[in-house]
């Protein structure tokens, strides 16, 4: 089946910037989308389309892909942005959707 | 504002069935695509299932198909899943969420399920 490869953590410093990549071979025909969930909430869309933000996400949010890996890269990351992120893609068939490992993200 | 509430969450014993409902307002439930995800505790959210706005098209997690079945009742806008043969791997957080244009947003606050004897 197919899967989708995220680093278990990243950390970095408050004002830092923080990037985290997801690779899965069928990322340069479809789609990556990004999802941060706080503990003991429902995730919330923060990239989608690879580099389109949704309303309401602050601008230090932003997405890139590139052949098999797409990024999401926190500028500027502030401590309320510790969460779990997790990208978003579907196989080459467009049928089965999968969820990344996810990327416990630290800022401290 | 767009609103999605689970129910029908519980403990279960190995092999039974169970059958989660979500709740949709706010929006116009016949016109979009809705998924569940589930979260097992402590773990990664995995990709349950997909229903299109119509019911004309399902699609299925591996690991869940031919077991848990995908519907829905535009008329009482509502998102169902039919889980049968479960197994203690299927305990998790289980959260229903709105399709727009392939994004899954926004979500539910979810629903346990637990299967143990």
């Known amino acids: 089946s197919y899967e989708l490869t995220q680093p278990p953590s990243v950390s970095v410093s408050p004002g830092q910037t923080a990037r985290i990549t997801c690779s899965g071979d069928a990322l340069p025909k479809k789609y990556a989308y990004w999802y941060q969930q706080k503990s003991g909430q429902a995730p919330v869309l923060v990239i989608y389309?690879?580099?389109k933000r949704p309303s309401g996400i602050p601008e230090r949010f932003s997405g890139s892909s590139s052949g098999t890996m797409a990024t999401l890269t926190i500028s500027g990351a502030q401590v309320e942005d510790e969460a779990d992120y997790y990208c978003?893609?579907?196989?080459?068939?467009?049928?089965?959707?999968?969820f990344g490992t996810g990327t416990k993200v630290t800022v401290l | 504002q767009v609103q999605l509430v689970e129910s029908g969450g519980g403990v279960v014993q190995p092999g039974r069935s169970l059958r989660l409902s979500c709740a949709a307002s706010g929006f116009t439930f016949s016109s979009y695509g809705m998924h569940w995800v589930r979260q097992a505790p402590g773990k990664g959210l995995e990709w349950v299932a997909v229903i299109w706005y119509d019911g004309s098209n399902k699609y299925y997690a591996d690991s869940v198909k031919g077991r848990f079945t995908i519907s829905r009742d535009n008329s009482k806008n509502t998102l169902y899943l039919q889980m049968n043969s479960l197994r203690a791997e299927d305990t998790a957080v289980y959260y229903c969420?709105?399709?727009?244009?392939?994004?899954?947003?926004?979500w539910g606050q979810g629903t346990l399920v637990t299967v143990s004897s």
């Open positions: 389309e690879d580099s």
């Open positions: 978003y893609s579907t196989d080459s068939s467009g049928n089965q959707n999968v």
């Open positions: 969420a709105r399709d727009v244009i392939a994004a899954l947003g926004p």
